[in-house]
């Protein structure tokens, strides 16, 4: 399974973007999907994950109440939805599919927050 983001750009702070996970090559309808991030010269950070029937979410505190995943499994698609960004919320953000751990991990998307 190929996982591909896309929707990372530059954004002022207090905006919004919204990234997606597209899975290709197989299913990722039956696993635990991921995103995380990479901050300039830091390490990497687990940022939110989703069950496999999206009804059960989870988030690191500094999102809460900002970021939404969900899923459509009839697209294959995972989504970030990142409301009042802050300038720290910049990072590479990465999906990832939860097989055991998480082994399948895309490219990375580019989120850039201006103050």
């Known amino acids: 399974v190929q996982l591909v983001e896309s929707g990372g750009g530059l954004v002022q702070a207090g905006g919004s973007l919204r990234l997606s996970c597209a899975a290709s090559?197989?299913?990722?309808?039956?696993?635990?999907m991921g995103w995380f991030r990479q901050a300039p010269g830091k390490g990497l950070e687990w940022v939110s994950d989703?069950?496999?029937?999206?009804?059960?979410?989870y988030y690191v505190d500094s999102v809460k109440g900002r970021f939404t995943i969900s899923r459509d499994n009839t697209k294959n698609t995972v989504y970030l939805q990142m409301n009042s960004l802050k300038s720290e919320d910049t990072a590479v953000y990465y999906c990832?599919?939860?097989?055991?751990?998480?082994?399948?991990w895309g490219q990375g998307t580019q989120v850039t927050v201006s103050s």
């Open positions: 989703i069950n496999s029937g999206g009804g059960s979410t």
């Open positions: 090559g197989g299913t990722a309808s039956s696993y635990i």
């Open positions: 990832a599919q939860k097989r055991g751990y998480y082994d399948n």
